[in-house]
C-alpha cells in the first residue's frame, strides 16, 4: 500500500549534474549519509527513502550563487539550475511541523554539491490537516469582527515604532476610530518592553477603544503584539482577552511556528501574524524559502493575517512577488485554511488600482501609516481616500477621474503621486 506522502519542490543550482544534485539532496534528508552504513538495506530504502519525482532543467550560469560549493574533478564551469520536485514518506516524521521542517529543510541548505537552494513549494497530506486545524477566524472571522464586508479591511499602524506615551496613544485611537478606521497594530518594535509594559498599553487602549466606540457605533480591531516566550504569550492573549480586546499579533519568525500552532490552539481572537526578518529566509534567490511555500505552514499554524508586503512599498521586493505573496495565501488549501493577506509599507489610495488589477480581490487587509495618518486632510479624509482609491479600483476608473469628484482622494494625488 502506497504510504502517504509530502511533496516538496527546490529551486537548486549545483556544478554537478542535476540528477547527482537530486540524489543527494533525497539520501541526505532520509535514508543517506555521506557513506553506506550498516543496516541501510534495500527494504529499509524502499520504505524510508526520498524520492525524486521529477527534475526540471532550467538555463546555467558561469558562477555559483553561494560560497562553500565544491565542484567535480573536470568541473567544466557551468552551475546548473534546475526545480527538482522530491517526495517524502510522511511515516519519516508524521504530521509534526517542527520534524517537518528538519525533512524539507534540515541539512540541505549546507550541503556542498549545491551552490543554490531554495524551497520554492510544499504539498502536505490531509493528516496536517487533521493535527494543526489552521485559522480560528481568518478572513470571515475577521470581516464579522470587524463589521466590513464589502471591502478591504483598512487601517494603520502606532508610529512611533517603538510607541506613543499612553496618553498619547489613547488620543490616536480615539482619533482613528473617529476617523473610522477599521483596524489598527502595534509595531513589531513594540512589545512588552520596560518602558511600556503590555499590562499597561493594554488597559490604557482598551479604555480608549471602549470610550470611541460608545461616541462612534464601531469598535476597532487593534492588533496587541504580545510576541514573547510561550508562557509570556499564553499570559498575553489572557490580558487582552480578559480586557475585551479582540486581536493579537506575533512575530512568527520570532516565536516560530510551533509557538504559532501552541497560540492558535487557545486563541480567542485572530492572530495577526507579522514577517518581519523573513527578509533573511528569502533575498537572495537561490537561498531559503519562497513565500508560496512558507505561508502554507503559516496557515497550518494559525495565522488568521499575514503580512505580504505592499506594491511599491520601501522594501527591495518586486511587486510580482508581492503578488504573487497575495494569491498564495488566497489560494484554498484543504478546503479553507483562510488567512487574510496584510498588504502594508508606502501604502496609499493610490496603490489601490494595481493591488486591485493585478489579484482581482478585496479580501486583503491594507494598511497605511503616513497614507492615512499624514493626509493633509487629517485621518478621517486620509481613511476616506483609501476608500476612495479601491472603489475607482473596482470600478475600472482611472484613479486621477475618480479624484474629481473626490476631494479626499485629489488630495491624496496631489501628495503621494500621480493618479
Not at 521529477?54 to 573536470?74: A, D, H
Not at 514518506?89 to 509534526?96: E, V
Not at 498599553?201 to 479604555?207: F, G, N, Q, T
Not at 533573511?280 to 505561508?295: E, I, K, S
Amino acid at each position: 500500500m502506497e504510504q502517504e506522502r509530502v511533496t516538496a519542490v527546490y529551486l537548486i543550482e549545483t556544478p554537478y549534474t542535476l540528477e547527482r544534485a537530486a540524489e543527494v539532496i533525497a539520501g541526505e534528508q532520509s535514508t543517506g549519509t555521506f557513506t553506506a552504513v550498516p543496516g541501510e538495506t534495500d527494504q529499509l530504502k524502499e520504505r524510508h527513502g526520498a524520492r525524486i519525482e521529477q527534475i526540471v532543467e532550467l538555463p546555467s550560469v558561469s558562477s555559483p550563487s553561494l560560497p562553500g560549493s565544491k565542484t567535480p574533478p573536470g568541473h567544466d564551469g557551468f552551475y546548473r539550475r534546475g526545480e527538482v520536485t522530491v517526495s517524502f514518506p510522511m511515516h519519516n516524521f508524521g504530521p509534526s511541523i517542527p520534524n517537518l521542517m528538519s525533512a524539507i529543510a534540515g541539512n540541505l541548505f549546507e550541503l556542498q554539491e549545491l551552490s543554490g537552494l531554495r524551497l520554492v513549494d510544499l504539498e502536505l497530506p490531509e493528516a496536517f490537516a487533521a493535527r494543526y486545524p489552521g485559522p480560528r477566524f481568518g478572513i470571515a472571522g475577521t470581516r464579522e469582527l470587524t463589521g466590513v464586508y464589502d471591502r478591504p479591511i483598512m487601517g494603520t499602524i502606532v508610529k512611533p515604532s517603538i510607541g506613543l506615551p499612553m496618553a498619547d496613544l489613547q488620543q490616536m485611537i480615539m482619533d482613528v476610530s473617529a476617523a473610522g478606521l477599521d483596524f489598527i497594530k502595534d509595531d513589531e518594535l513594540n512589545a512588552n518592553g520596560t518602558y511600556a509594559p503590555l499590562a499597561q498599553r493594554v488597559s490604557a487602549v482598551m479604555d480608549a477603544v471602549n470610550r470611541a466606540a460608545d461616541a462612534t457605533g464601531k469598535k476597532i480591531m487593534y492588533a496587541f503584539n504580545i510576541t514573547g516566550d510561550i508562557d509570556e504569550m499564553e499570559r498575553g492573549h489572557e490580558l487582552v482577552v480578559k480586557a475585551g480586546g479582540n486581536c493579537v499579533m506575533v512575530s512568527i519568525m520570532s516565536v516560530g511556528l510551533t509557538g504559532l500552532a501552541h497560540l492558535s490552539k487557545y486563541s480567542e481572537v485572530p492572530i495577526h501574524g507579522h514577517r518581519n526578518q523573513w527578509g533573511m529566509m528569502t533575498r537572495c534567490p537561490l537561498l531559503g524559502f519562497a513565500f508560496p511555500a512558507y505561508q502554507k505552514l503559516c496557515r497550518l499554524a494559525g495565522a488568521d493575517h499575514l503580512h505580504v508586503n505592499g506594491l511599491d512599498s520601501k522594501f527591495y521586493e518586486s511587486n510580482s512577488s508581492v503578488v504573487s505573496s497575495i494569491r498564495a495565501c488566497l489560494k484554498p488549501m484543504y478546503n479553507g485554511f483562510g488567512t487574510m493577506p496584510v498588504v502594508s509599507s508606502a501604502q496609499w489610495a493610490g496603490t489601490a488600482p494595481a493591488t486591485y488589477e493585478a489579484t482581482s480581490t478585496v479580501d486583503v487587509m491594507h494598511l497605511a501609516g503616513g497614507g492615512i495618518l499624514a493626509h493633509p486632510g487629517g485621518a478621517a479624509a486620509g481613511f476616506a481616500s483609501m476608500k476612495q482609491g479601491w472603489e475607482a479600483a473596482v470600478q475600472g476608473v482611472p484613479l486621477a477621474e475618480y479624484a474629481k469628484r473626490h476631494p479626499e482622494l485629489q488630495q491624496a494625488i496631489a501628495k503621494y503621486g500621480k493618479g
